[in-house]
């Protein structure tokens, strides 16, 4: 355990910036429960926000994640003098004081527990987005069908062309 007073502001911008992610992936985790409640309700008005908000929280969470391995590899730095590899989280903790080292670690649990969440999450709206696109598609091809004629022979048995109506129905749809 190091007294070092760097290591210690080390350690505590370590913790603020777990701190951070965490609240930060409850709120994605927020956003990507309501996306999908407008996915369920087809409200394209209220999924734009929401990709957006989106979209910059997970600019802040990639900042956030190279900030913590930054002070990660510096606190790896003050234990061991920049020799050897650099240290993973887990391998900080022994060497961390106790209280705050169980903090550390619950905070990392939960980052991991929230972002498989949001992953979770993310994945069960693309697969709401997938089928929807699949409806319209399908339906989009059975309307289109019922506006072309189908290939085949006439009754006096010489193959017919088939008419296409479908580049007005196409500009409606």
């Known amino acids: 355990m190091d007294t070092n007073p760097q290591f210690q502001a080390t350690l505590d911008t370590l913790e603020q910036v777990m701190v951070r992610q965490f609240n930060l992936l409850?709120?994605?985790?927020?956003?990507?429960?309501?996306?999908?409640?407008a996915l369920y309700r087809n409200d394209t008005t209220l999924l734009m926000p929401l990709v957006e908000r989106k979209e910059a929280l997970l600019d802040q969470i990639v900042l956030l994640e190279d900030q913590r391995r930054m002070e990660t590899e510096r606190l790896g730095q003050y234990l061991r003098a920049g020799i050897g590899e650099a240290?993973?989280?887990?391998?900080?903790?022994?060497?961390?004081?106790?209280?705050?080292?169980?903090?550390?670690?619950?905070?990392?649990?939960?980052?991991?527990?929230?972002?498989?969440?949001?992953?979770?999450?993310?994945?069960?709206n693309a697969l709401l987005v997938t089928n929807a696109i699949e409806w319209v598609s399908a339906t989009q091809a059975f309307i289109l069908g019922l506006y072309t004629q189908p290939d085949g022979y006439s009754p006096t048995g010489q193959r017919s062309t088939s008419v296409h109506l479908s580049s007005d129905v196409e500009r409606t749809v």
């Open 26 to 37: 409850q709120e994605l985790l927020s956003l990507t429960r309501a996306e999908r409640d």
């Open 87 to 124: 240290l993973s989280l887990h391998q900080l903790l022994p060497h961390i004081p106790s209280p705050r080292s169980e903090r550390i670690q619950r905070l990392s649990e939960g980052i991991l527990s929230l972002a498989s969440q949001v992953r979770q999450t993310n994945e069960h």
